[in-house]
Antibody
């Protein structure tokens, strides 16, 4: 079955850029759309943004100015870049899959998740 | 976008039923059928238990049910079991083509 694995530095310096990659195994990155979701320690979930068909993206308005999500279909991966990070960006970052149906109708629920990776912003 | 409103905590005894509410606006919960619910145990990734307001994924117990009325969605867990103790989150698609989560509800099985 499809599995997602987040990877990237576990420690990022304040004001720098956080970069994470989600590798999709057991299935193609095509025919689905993909999101990044984060969870600060002890707090709730926050949707960061999505990518579909490698070029269609959408972002949380509160993060839009700092976020870029991209995809590499040749590697079956998609990535997150979050710039100008502060301690408030410390969180477990999850990647997740959402279905796409006939006629490219996108469904907005997340049926497959990665295990998550903790990113700490600290000097 | 503002987070959807959920109670911070609910509790119930084994065998009982509980309901968790999720209140949004006409721009999210009230405007779309894309309301979903997730269960998250400590240290684990969330798991979808309800999608499109009322649908249960294969393998999810039929003790989980959900509904929507106006701008409020609700998740009901019947026949509470110890394993149901977890955090529960609702989500909705929005008019801004984004997704918004609820603040989460901690379920304690007494």
């Amino acid at each position: 079955q499809v599995q997602l694995q987040e990877s990237g530095p576990g420690l990022v310096t304040p004001s720098e850029t956080l970069s994470l990659t989600c590798t999709v195994s057991g299935g193609s990155i095509s025919s689905y759309h993909w999101s990044w979701i984060r969870q600060p320690p002890g707090k709730g979930l926050e949707w960061i943004g999505y990518i579909y068909n490698s070029e269609n993206t959408g972002y949380n308005p509160s993060l839009r100015s700092r976020v870029t999500i991209s995809a590499d279909t040749s590697k079956n991966q998609f990535s997150l870049k979050l710039s100008s990070v502060t301690a408030a960006d410390t969180a477990v970052y999850f990647c997740a899959r959402a279905p796409v149906g006939a006629s490219n109708v996108r469904y907005w629920y997340f049926d497959v998740w990665g295990r998550g990776t903790l990113v700490t912003v600290s000097s | 976008q503002s987070a959807l409103t959920q109670p911070a905590s609910v509790s119930g005894s084994p065998g009982q039923s509980i309901t968790i509410s999720c209140t949004g606006t006409s721009s999210d919960v009230g405007g779309y059928n894309y309301v979903s619910w997730y269960q998250q145990h400590p240290g684990k990734a969330p798991k979808v238990i309800i999608y499109e307001i009322t649908h249960r994924p294969s393998g999810v117990s039929n003790r989980f049910s959900a509904s929507k009325s106006g701008n409020t969605a609700s998740l009901t867990i019947s026949g509470l079991q110890a394993e149901d103790e977890a955090d529960y989150y609702c989500t909705s698609y929005t008019t801004s083509s984004t997704v918004v989560f609820g603040g989460g509800t901690k379920l304690t099985v007494l």
